[in-house]
């Protein structure tokens, strides 16, 4: 059985993708981020998202591989990448297919901040 969680930016499995598909592997966990491209990423801001992935996955080690604890790491990278959008590292891509805001509405120059 495929481990899972996903959120609306991050998508964590227990397993390994191989010609586009994913293999169950209890000793693997494959990280997707932001598959829908609603974000603008640059390398930093995504070596900031694995490098906060190491650390939650190093924390976890020892405990059992379940989908609790893999979907609390998911919530956990998640509310991580809405602090990146929060301190302007990242912002919404206004040429995504998807826009649903869902991290908070887009600040403008010169808008007041909440």
Same mark, same amino acid.
């Given at each position: ?6 959120? %609306?930016?991050?998508?964590?499995? @227990? ?5 586009? &598909? ?15 491209? &609603? ?20 924390? @976890? ?5 379940? &989908?609790?604890?893999? %979907? ?9 990448? %809405? ?13 995504? %297919? ?17």
């Amino acid at each position: 059985m495929l481990l899972k969680s996903t959120t %609306r930016h991050i998508h964590l499995y @227990a397993g390994y993708v191989l010609d586009g &598909e994913v293999h169950p592997d209890t000793e693997t966990l494959t990280l997707n981020v932001d598959p829908d491209n &609603e974000l603008e990423w640059n390398d930093a801001a995504l070596a900031k998202v694995e490098a906060k992935f190491q650390e939650l996955v190093a924390n @976890a080690a020892g405990e059992e591989l379940t &989908e609790y604890n893999l %979907r609390r790491i998911g919530s956990d990278l998640e509310h991580f990448v %809405r602090s990146l959008l929060m301190q302007g590292e990242v912002a919404y891509n206004l040429n995504s %297919r998807v826009r649903n805001y869902s991290l908070g509405i887009p600040r403008v120059a010169g808008s007041p901040t909440p």
